[in-house]
C-alpha cells in the first residue's frame, strides 16, 4: 500500500467521522442543516433525530474499518473492499438524492481506490 493511498484512505476516514459528528453529536446544528439541505426545525423532529443518530454510528464504523485496513492489518483488498462499498453508496445517493453525492461522498474513495491499483 502506497503512502499516497494511506493518506487519500485516512482522509477518507476522517470525513466519515465528520458526517458522524454532524450526524450524531451536532443533529440539529445550523451546519448539519446545510450540510444535508434540511430545515432545522426537520431535525428537530424526534424520528428524523434518532434515524440521523443510526446513520452517524453506521458511518463513523465505516471510518473505523477504513482505518483498521490500513494501520492494523495493512490489507489493501480489505481498503479496496471498503472504498468500493462507499462508491457504491454514493452513486445510490447521487441517483436518489442528489447527485453531487458521488463526489462529495464518494470523491476520497474514488480516488483512494484508484490509487491501490497503481
Sequence with gaps: MTIITKILGTLAALEFLYIMYLETIA???EKTSRVFGMEKEE???KSVNT??????VYNGLIAVMILLAIY???SKVGLM???????LVA???SITSNPKILF???GLAILTLVTCFL
Design 27 to 29: 443533529t440539529t446544528s
Design 43 to 45: 431535525l428537530e423532529r
Design 51 to 56: 434515524l440521523f443518530k443510526n446513520q452517524g
Design 72 to 74: 492494523v492489518f495493512a
Design 81 to 87: 473492499v471498503l472504498m468500493g462499498y462507499i462508491i
Design 91 to 93: 452513486l445510490y445517493g
Design 104 to 106: 462529495m461522498q464518494g
